[in-house]
């Protein structure tokens, strides 16, 4: 069974920084793309990040470039979000998911991010 | 970048009743447009990808369409499980990107 495991998240100051962690099952983790998606409370869906299968490759949407990072662990079966410099504007919910056409798309339960003073 | 600008924001309808949603990209995105339903509390569930292909298991009152740059996503007799918001994405180009959502409400 395809599980994706989140870990990580909370509260935060401004400036602050923060590391969130998706734990991978059931497939073989290194064969996938993998994103970041968030959603800010009682907002739409917003795509943040993705990362190619062996790492080399990471993208982000413009808001996060230059304080966010994507990064894999391929042998520890393992995606993470390091985001630095955090702003008011990224409180949100943030969830991993693999999203590769023609499978059934997976998602982690979210982590809530949460940045205020 | 890319914007998906998604119609309407929302929209009032019945049991029974045929719905259209519709999403417009800024850039050419050939078929590589996904559609997710979401209900509150829960991650996103993709119903239809590349455009006009249903998910596996998704029932087939769903199904999408694409004209140029303008992808449709219609159910044809709502069900009161489809009550939910809806997003298109796409992934032909980056940044990837969402439309803005359509909450489908009741009436």
């Known amino acids: 069974e395809v599980q994706l495991v989140q870990s990580g998240g909370g509260l935060v100051q401004p400036g602050g920084s923060l590391r969130l962690s998706c734990a991978a099952s059931?497939?073989?983790?290194?064969?996938?793309?993998m994103h970041w998606v968030r959603q800010a409370p009682g907002k739409g869906l917003e795509w943040v990040a993705n990362?190619?299968?062996?790492?080399?490759?990471?993208h982000y949407v413009d808001s996060v470039k230059g304080r966010f990072v994507v990064s894999r662990d391929n042998a520890k079966n393992s995606l993470y979000l390091q985001m630095n410099s955090l702003r008011v504007e990224d409180t949100a919910i943030y969830f991993c998911?693999?999203?590769?056409?023609?499978?059934?798309?997976?998602w982690g339960q979210g982590t809530l991010v949460t940045v205020s003073s | 970048d890319n914007q998906m600008t998604q119609s309407p924001s929302s929209l009032s309808a019945s049991v029974g009743d045929r719905v259209t949603i519709t999403c417009r990209a800024s850039?050419?995105?050939?078929?590589?447009v996904g559609w997710f339903q979401q209900k509150p509390g829960k991650a996103p569930k993709r119903l239809i990808y590349?455009?006009?292909n249903l998910q596996s298991g998704v029932p087939s009152r769903f199904s999408g369409s694409v004209s140029g740059t303008e992808f449709t996503l219609t159910i044809s007799s709502l069900q009161p499980e489809d009550f939910a918001t809806y997003y298109c994405?796409?992934?032909?180009?980056?940044?990837?990107?969402f439309g803005q959502g359509t909450k489908l409400e009741i009436k």
């Open positions: 994405l796409q992934h032909n180009t980056l940044p990837n990107s």
């Open positions: 998911a693999r999203l590769k056409d023609p499978d059934k798309d997976y």
């Open positions: 850039q050419g995105v050939g078929d590589d």
């Open positions: 059931g497939f073989t983790f290194s064969g996938y793309w």
């Open positions: 590349g455009s006009s």
């Open positions: 990362i190619t299968p062996d790492g080399s490759e990471k």
